[in-house]
């Protein structure tokens, strides 16, 4: 799970600091990359200003790190003083990582270069995931992956695993056939079911929170210190970024906007409808079949045709509405900088509910907080499968506070 997981660093000559300890060499070694992977190609000299290692120290990481073929040469820059610069830069091919991305409506299957660029992907959609047809086509996903990547396999690092918790407590909501296949998640065991069928390390993560990981690692958390994460497709979800850190909460589940209550609770009467109910692609979903159309129209462009503007035009004053509140809230109570909001639904349905959001906002008052800015995610549909790719990269080659301690208990 991430919810150990530190973000990012703040890589400023101020606070992106190694250590000459002799008992420091991973972390060193980590910092390293880190600085080339926010600076670009960079001369040993500048890592070591940068980093505040010696020039001894970085020159030992750096001939380390290229032997591993995690960092290659370009070419030399001349027209200097001295002896031209040589710039060290992270090589693609330096390591990989694979996310899978176990959805409601459909199974991603993705590989991440060392620079956290998709190379590979495999995509499968479902009416719901069953159990072991679900496992079989993971198998199979690596299967062609594998084969896809020929030697290059070898120096796949590990895979991301990333699904909503509890799959089985979404049985009443999609009902008939489906209720019968998730009911039965309640006594499996995804990771290691997953786990069985590779001898790579697998990770889990809720999908949310994988989602939030790739914005903050590829997306705005390169400027952006706080903000709150919406993911919308089949049900509406988050994750949080506080002071440039993933929030995991203690159960792994903060940021879970879905649960919010999107109303006030009235003695007598039902209890006022969660955000899931109100702005997740399921309702249009539900809509567009009750009219004859197909559900997966939600994840295409076409779905802003004349044809569907009932359905979306109605789903989105209800979604918008649901999700102004959510961010009002939440910035009352979080302090944030920015609401950046993704999905998988379709790219100019996102667009036009962002527009719809940030228009209902203004029915509401920000008088003592910051008002956040609503932004779109950088990441994209494929953010689930992304933050899944990057955990295995994350846990073995990005700053780590924990390796701190324990290397002062070993």
Not at 88 to 106: C, H, W, Y
Not at 160 to 189: C, F, K, N, V, Y
Request: charged share 15%; proline share 6%; hydrophobic share 45%.
């Amino acid at each position: 799970m991430l919810a150990d997981t530190p973000a990012e660093p703040d890589l400023s000559p101020r606070r992106m600091r190694g250590s000459n300890h002799n008992g420091m060499r991973q972390f060193n070694e980590r910092i390293v990359l880190q600085a080339i992977r926010h600076h670009g190609a960079i001369p040993k000299a500048d890592l070591a200003r940068l980093t505040q290692l010696s020039s001894q120290t970085v020159a030992i990481i750096v001939g380390r790190l290229l032997d591993d073929g995690l960092l290659i040469k370009q070419e030399p820059v001349r027209g200097k003083v001295g002896q031209p610069s040589v710039p060290l830069s992270l090589n693609p091919e330096g390591a990989f990582g694979v996310g899978i991305q176990v959805g409601r409506r459909n199974l991603e299957l993705l590989v991440a270069d060392f620079c956290g660029q998709p190379i590979q992907r495999l995509e499968f959609h479902h009416p719901y995931p069953d159990p072991d047809q679900l496992l079989n086509t993971i198998a199979e996903g690596l299967a062609t992956l594998e084969q896809r990547m020929g030697p290059l396999w070898a120096r796949t690092v590990g895979v991301g695993l990333t699904a909503p918790l509890s799959l089985h407590q979404w049985a009443d909501l999609m009902g008939g056939d489906a209720a019968l296949a998730l009911a039965r998640w309640e006594h499996i065991d995804l990771q290691a079911a997953v786990q069985a069928l590779t001898p790579l390390p697998v990770a889990f993560a809720k999908d949310t929170t994988a989602a939030c990981v790739a914005e903050l690692i590829q997306g705005h958390g390169r400027t952006l210190r706080s903000f709150l994460y919406i993911y919308v497709g089949t049900f509406v979800g988050g994750g949080l970024v506080l002071a440039g850190h993933i929030m995991g909460g203690e159960r792994g589940n903060a940021g879970a906007i879905g649960s919010l209550p999107v109303g006030l609770a009235t003695p007598g009467t039902p209890a006022p409808p969660q955000l899931l109910q109100q702005a997740s692609g399921w309702q249009l979903e539900q809509a567009l079949i009750a009219a004859g159309h197909d559900a997966l129209q939600v994840h295409r462009d076409s779905i802003m045709d004349a044809a569907y503007a009932p359905h979306t035009q109605a789903w989105l004053a209800q979604a918008s509405r649901a999700l102004a509140m959510t961010v009002a809230s939440a910035a009352a109570l979080l302090d944030l900088d920015a609401v950046v909001m993704d999905g998988s639904l379709g790219a100019p349905l996102m667009a036009a509910l962002k527009d719809a959001t940030r228009e209902a906002l203004q029915q509401y008052r920000f008088d003592g907080m910051h008002q956040p800015e609503l932004l779109s995610g950088r990441v994209g549909a494929h953010a689930r499968a992304m933050g899944g790719a990057l955990l295995p990269l994350h846990s073995q080659f990005f700053p780590d506070k924990d390796i701190f301690l324990k290397q002062d208990h070993a």
